[in-house]
């Protein structure tokens, strides 16, 4: 997948989460949980989404690395490169 899909998935799954905000907005550098005044419980389910929905195993140590748009997908892209593989 390239960035540019992941980015896709990860805004379908936000606005599945928080349907009220404007994803269009969001500033790929600060934490989606302050700007979509999120809750834990509610990052927990836009990480159980994310790996259903991209079939990547996010452990708990990682999901820090989900905080930011940008950070996020930067993170599931380098999940999604199989060896040898290269987007």
Do not use: W
């Not at 997948?1 to 269009?24: C, F, K, N």
């Not at 996010?58 to 999901?63: G, L, R, S, T």
């Amino acid at each position: 997948m390239t960035s540019e899909q992941i980015r896709e998935v990860v805004l379908r799954v936000l606005g599945s989460i928080a349907p009220e905000a404007a994803m269009d907005s969001l500033n790929p550098k600060v934490s989606l949980r302050d700007q979509l005044d999120i809750d834990s419980v509610d990052f927990l389910n836009f990480v159980i989404a994310l790996h259903k929905e991209l079939g990547v195993d996010i452990p708990d140590i990682d999901v820090p690395k989900l905080a930011t748009l940008e950070s996020c997908v930067a993170y599931l892209l380098s999940k999604s490169e199989g060896p040898g593989e290269k987007n």
